[in-house]
């Protein structure tokens, strides 16, 4: 059996790398493998200080499994609002390899200097709750602290590995550097890795995957959204439900809201939501006038949805018009 190593794509690798695949094909443990051989200070993220804390304990230790495959004892330590990563090198005798910290509490440490840290590891970056505070802006701000001026020096950007399970689409950080419409294409045509200057995409498959179809689990489970993320790496907690690009023409606009612009069809009661730019309707924003946009457009806006009668272009505008919703 081939676990996921991303030491193998190592010539795709960008400032921004996303890796979501289903659960337990390696993703974590070999982005954990390569980023100790690259012998440099590096971070690891989590979402909330209570997974921190977590990871602090042997029970929730990351390293732990890599430890023991190669016989060394690396661990987390709290130190304040912030945590080390240390490696226990004799009875008493540690050494630093990076820090820990927790992207909702960053925000208090923004005027830290970790500029000797050339790596990000983000571990389980996409959750299906929904957070306390503003994800994309708080890890914009935590890129920017860390990042600092390294770039206008001459040096190579902060590169970072957002790792996670393939459970929904619907992420403020994929939603916030527009990498859901990617994604989705990817999706439609079967791509499995994606890459540009800037980032690394891969929604990888596993021999592990195919392996573990045949285990107890998930012969009990096959079927269920549980088994679709966890082996099939789909996002199965997401619905793609009415989802596809339309002939705009034969639309007529009704109104726009944050940039999602809803036409009608000229012979039919079903709406249409997309991108494409119109000025002959309405325009609202939700900072200023939600509530007149959903008393006015919001009833009938629902019931359409409801009847299956409210169709999008992609689904970041499906996602974004049913939070305003």
């Given amino acids: 059996m081939k676990w996921y190593d991303i030491s193998e794509r190592s010539e795709q690798l960008r400032p921004f790398n996303f890796i979501i695949g289903g659960r337990g094909i390696g993703k974590t443990y070999s982005t954990i493998s390569w980023l100790i051989e690259q012998g440099k200070p590096f971070i690891y ?25 190669h016989g060394r004892d690396i661990f987390i330590q709290a130190e304040g609002k912030h945590y080390v990563i240390k490696e226990r090198t004799g009875e008493k005798e540690t050494k630093t390899l990076g820090y820990a910290a927790a992207l909702s509490v960053f925000e208090n440490l923004r005027g830290v200097d970790l500029s000797e840290c050339v790596y990000c590891m983000f571990d389980e970056f996409i959750e299906r709750r929904s957070l306390m505070f503003d994800q994309f802006s708080a890890f914009a701000n935590f890129y920017e602290t860390v990042n600092r001026n390294r770039e206008l020096l001459g040096d ?10 393939a459970q929904t689409l619907d992420n403020p950080i994929l939603a916030g550097y527009n990498i859901i419409p990617e994604i989705e294409q990817m999706m439609r045509a079967g791509q499995r890795s994606y890459t540009n200057d800037l980032l690394h995409i891969e929604l990888p498959k596993s021999e592990i995957s195919d392996a573990k ?11 269920s959204s549980y088994y679709q993320e966890a082996i099939n790496n789909d996002f199965a907690f997401d619905s793609f439900y009415n989802i596809g690009k339309k002939p705009i023409r034969e639309y007529i606009p009704v109104c726009s809201i944050d940039g999602i612009y809803i036409y009608q069809h000229k012979s039919t009661s ?10 002959k309707c309405m325009e609202y924003n939700s900072k200023d006038n939600r ?10 806006l629902r019931m359409a949805r409801d009847a299956g009668k409210l169709e999008y272009s992609d689904f970041t505008i499906k996602s974004r018009l049913n939070a305003l919703l």
């Fill in 45 to 69: 993220l989590r979402n909330t200080d209570t997974q921190m804390t977590e990871s602090c304990s042997s029970f929730g230790n990351p390293f732990k499994r890599w430890s023991l495959d």
């Fill in 213 to 223: 179809k045949q285990t107890v689990n998930y012969l009990m489970t096959e079927g």
């Fill in 156 to 165: 190579p950007p902060l590169m970072c590995f957002l790792l996670s399970n």
């Fill in 291 to 300: 509530r007149m946009f959903l008393q006015r457009y919001g009833i009938r």
């Fill in 270 to 279: 079903n709406y249409y939501c997309c991108r494409i730019q119109n000025n």
